[in-house]
């Protein structure tokens, strides 16, 4: 990563060009299954709620410019399931195939180690080669796939999850 690259916690400021890299993938892609943009306010409400969990939104910034985000989310709304998340990244097209979405989902997931998460689970859009590569690079194993599962772009849409586990030294 260069001097002008850097990760931090996204802030309110974030939110309109977060918004702006997830409409992309939302009208364009098969990525998210969500299909109506998102506004700046709506994105604020997403970002504040993953805090009040004490969870990490990270930004990927380039030369002051948001280029990308990822974040770990709740997983289920059970209180057993309070350490399990699932982990969301997207990139602009500017930062792709750079290995900054690697670089930026390490970060993301050594936060979620040291706020005592012991799940971090990645939900794929089926087919997407380099998401997989990047969560099996990063250590994360396959444990399924529902077929089907959603309507996007004129297609049936597979979803893989990939699973990544830590240590846990305080259960016996």
């Not at 990525?31 to 990927?60: C, I, K, N, S, Y």
């Not at 989310?73 to 998340?85: D, I, L, S």
Request: hydrophobic share 50%; glycine share 10%; charged share 20%.
């Amino acid at each position: 990563m260069t001097d002008a690259v850097l990760i931090r916690d996204a802030v309110a400021a974030d939110a309109a060009a977060i918004a702006a890299i997830y409409n992309v993938h939302v009208r364009d892609t098969i990525v998210t299954f969500e299909l109506d943009d998102v506004d700046a306010d709506e994105m604020m409400r997403r970002m504040a709620q993953v805090r009040d969990l004490g969870l990490p939104w990270l930004v990927l910034e380039e030369c002051g410019v948001v280029i990308g985000y990822a974040y770990g989310g709740q997983w289920k709304a059970r209180a057993a399931y309070a350490r399990t998340v699932e982990s969301s990244i997207y990139l602009a097209d500017a930062a792709c195939g750079r290995g900054l979405g690697k670089t930026l989902y390490a970060e993301l997931i050594e936060r979620l180690c040291t706020c005592g998460i012991h799940v971090v689970i990645g939900g794929v859009s089926l087919p997407n080669a380099a998401s997989v590569a990047l969560h099996e690079g990063l250590g994360f194993e396959p444990i399924g796939v529902f077929s089907e599962v959603g309507w996007k772009l004129g297609r049936w849409i597979d979803v893989g999850y990939w699973q990544l586990r830590f240590e846990d030294p305080t259960v016996a």
